[in-house]
């Protein structure tokens, strides 16, 4: 689970993001949101609101970004257009069977080259899970390469090794038993644990497909999650007797894959194939019902944007329920979304959960608010357990639209 993410210099953003997802102990409402692990009490989901274009889409996709950097995987080199600077920078600390570490990464996106990293141990003081002491295992810098053990300097034989075309960790292999054997295990599970799925972009039915196919449990959970959300669906499942034996791939949709035929929904008493037959929200639910499966049970962390897209309210809040609930110990959920009937502090959020984006409009640069750096005591403050849509709305968190469309409409009609 990640306990804290920044990032600099990143599409919209140019300066600093900080992304505490450990909970703020001076809130004590819904502690079933937080778990304890590695000695810290980490939100189990954090939902980022605000208007088109103020940076949701690009810290959700900050944190892919990290992963693809830390497994050498394509990845985008988007620096922030108003900044003369090349450099991305990353940080990240997360938690991984009770050990606690940390990675900086800084990336430079025209030399596609990793500048500087660091992997550190993190020790948590037992009477204050604030006061951390981090003890790096690799670091390496513009002069040399730092490894316990190892003699790594800009001058020696062995630096050489170290391109910066590759994250250093990967380029090296260690016993397993060792500390960083351990923490480089620790370091790769971390990064495939990250999660991505995108609703403005084509269905990705493939991971539900392949869970179905080879997972019983898994086929379970997803066809009663899928029937449980449509209530015109009477059954949902994979079977090689949906498929037509018409040539019906000019019918699916962009993305969509002939395999992807074996789903069907059952209407009634007919069964047909899913994909040619229901509407987008169920292709939606379909295609995250894998990745919930697999972040539930497995215990990963699940990127979505825009999670309400084509989906009821009603099943937007189960679904974010169902990672705040106190069975869930190890799974994570950070979404965006423009729906502000979310922004519940009474019933689904604490205060520590919620982050606003915003437009600075004096330099241009998006700009992340946390709900719990607002005190009660402020100009705009509240206590958080309020409905605060009405600030929200006011604009007391950051600018909102306001559209002025008459004027549009009588010139749009004006027939002189």
Do not use: W
């Not at 170290?162 to 790769?188: M, N, R, V």
């Not at 229901?278 to 639910?285: A, E, H, I, P």
């Not at 005591?377 to 007391?396: K, S």
């Amino acid at each position: 689970m990640i306990t804290h993410f920044s990032f600099k210099n990143y599409k919209t953003f140019a300066d600093r993001v900080d992304v505490p997802l450990t909970a703020n102990g001076l809130i004590k409402r819904l502690s079933c949101n937080a778990v304890m692990m590695g000695g810290r009490p980490i939100l189990k989901t954090i939902g980022i609101y605000g208007p088109n274009n103020t940076g949701k889409t690009c810290l959700i996709l900050a944190l892919a970004n990290l992963k693809n950097l830390m497994l050498n995987q394509p990845h985008e080199n988007l620096t922030n257009s108003f900044m003369d600077d090349d450099v991305i920078e990353y940080d990240v600390e997360y938690v991984i069977d009770g050990c606690n570490y940390r990675y900086k990464v800084a990336y430079d996106c025209k030399k596609n080259a990793y500048l500087e990293e660091e992997l550190a141990t993190i020790s948590i003081a037992p009477s204050n899970s604030h006061v951390k002491t981090y003890t790096p295992l690799i670091c390496r810098r513009k002069d040399g390469v730092d490894i316990p053990g190892l003699d790594v300097g800009k001058g020696s034989s062995l630096f050489s090794l170290f391109s910066s075309d590759y994250p250093i960790i990967s380029t090296l292999k260690f016993d397993e038993e060792s500390p960083l054997g351990k923490a480089k295990k620790h370091y790769q599970e971390f990064a495939n644990s990250i999660l991505l799925l995108r609703f403005d972009q084509p269905l990705d039915l493939n991971k539900t497909l392949q869970l179905m196919q080879q997972d019983p449990r898994a086929q379970r959970f997803i066809s009663e999650f899928i029937r449980n959300c449509d209530l015109h669906i009477t059954d949902f499942g994979l079977s090689e007797d949906v498929v037509s034996d018409v040539d019906l791939s000019g019918m699916l949709p962009q993305g969509v894959v002939p395999e992807t035929l074996k789903f069907y929904s059952v209407h009634g008493k007919f069964r047909v194939p899913s994909v040619l037959f229901d509407s987008v929200g169920t292709q939606k639910l379909i295609a995250l019902s894998g990745y919930l499966y697999e972040a539930i049970k497995f215990g990963k962390i699940l990127l979505v944007d825009e999670i309400d897209s084509s989906l009821h309210h009603i099943l937007t809040r189960a679904i974010i329920a169902l990672f705040n609930n106190v069975l869930n110990k190890k799974a994570q959920l950070i979404f965006s979304t423009q729906d502000l009937l979310l922004m519940d502090l009474k019933r689904l959020f604490r205060k520590d959960q919620v982050f606003l984006t915003t437009v600075d409009p004096s330099t241009h640069q998006s700009i992340v608010i946390h709900l719990s750096d607002i005190s009660s005591r402020d100009e705009n403050g509240f206590r958080g357990d309020e409905d605060i849509v009405d600030y929200y709305l006011h604009g007391q968190f950051g600018a909102v639209p306001r559209p002025e469309l008459f004027e549009l409409l009588e010139e749009a009609v004006n027939e002189g």
